[in-house]
């Protein structure tokens, strides 16, 4: 399985991007797939993630309200909506799938089984 990621940029803080990450195959009928982040010299970083099929959404607290996941599952693609963007949005964003889907580890990055290649998004203050 294959994840390609797109829309990181370099954008002004209050501005807006849109990230997209398409999964070449699915192996399972249920599935979270979820975007994560890394800042130079931390940790890589829940962000958001959304279940399939439930559709249920979940996020980092600290982008509650600013940023929006959601999904084409025709496609295999999710989104994410991210607005009023800080300048400690700044990081490498990845998506990942999980094929085998257990709702309490949803936020932890070990539980993905497949990534895309990161997207650089830089918030400039």
């Known amino acids: 399985v294959q994840l390609e990621a797109f829309g990181g940029g370099l954008v002004q803080t209050g501005g807006s991007l849109r990230l997209s990450c398409t999964a070449s195959?699915?192996?399972?009928?249920?599935?979270?797939m979820g975007w994560f982040r890394q800042a130079p010299g931390r940790e890589r970083e829940f962000v958001a993630a959304i279940r399939w099929p439930s559709g249920g959404r979940y996020y980092e607290d600290n982008v509650k309200g600013r940023f929006t996941i959601s999904s084409d599952n025709t496609k295999l693609t999710v989104y994410l909506q991210m607005n009023d963007l800080k300048p400690e949005d700044t990081a490498v964003y990845y998506c990942?799938?999980?094929?085998?889907?257990?709702?309490?580890?949803?936020?932890?990055?070990?539980?993905?089984?497949?990534w895309g290649q990161g997207t650089l998004v830089t918030v400039s203050s």
């Open positions: 990942a799938v999980d094929f085998a889907p257990i709702l309490s580890s949803l936020r932890n990055a070990a539980s993905y089984d497949y």
């Open positions: 195959r699915r192996t399972t009928s249920n599935y979270h």
